[in-house]
């Protein structure tokens, strides 16, 4: 998070907008179809941000994974199709998803159990 601000700055400055990137998260879907769908949103002003040739972006993995995949034809309709799904399950998941034992409610639930 070195320099979060600067670069929230600078991603005004190349994109004139106040809409930024939301933070992704790898283990609880439920947030992260909000962020697949923020990051379809502002798609062309990330790639715009980072071909820029003044940005300064830190050197860690993420920036890499996004370097790296920013040219992907297929990237919106992967992102779509991932938040789709996401959004589809979010139901279940704000329901169900859980380090609590909720499998006995699982029958409860979709009629299994009278």
Not at 5 to 13: E, V
Not at 52 to 69: E, F, Q, W
Request: with cysteine.
């Amino acid at each position: 998070m070195d320099n979060f601000p600067a670069r929230r700055i600078s991603f005004k400055r190349v994109s004139d907008k106040t809409t930024f990137p939301l933070k992704f998260c790898r283990t609880r879907w439920v947030e992260s179809s909000t962020a697949c769908y923020r990051a379809i949103e502002i798609m062309d002003d990330i790639k715009t941000y980072v071909c820029d040739k003044h940005t300064k972006l830190p050197n860690t993995p993420s920036v890499k994974n996004v370097k790296r995949n920013i040219d992907d034809v297929l990237l919106k309709p992967k992102l779509s199709f991932f938040a789709i799904i996401a959004s589809t399950l979010e139901v279940f998941l704000k329901k169900f998803q859980s380090d609590a034992p909720l499998a006995p409610f699982l029958y409860k639930k979709f009629g299994f159990i009278g």
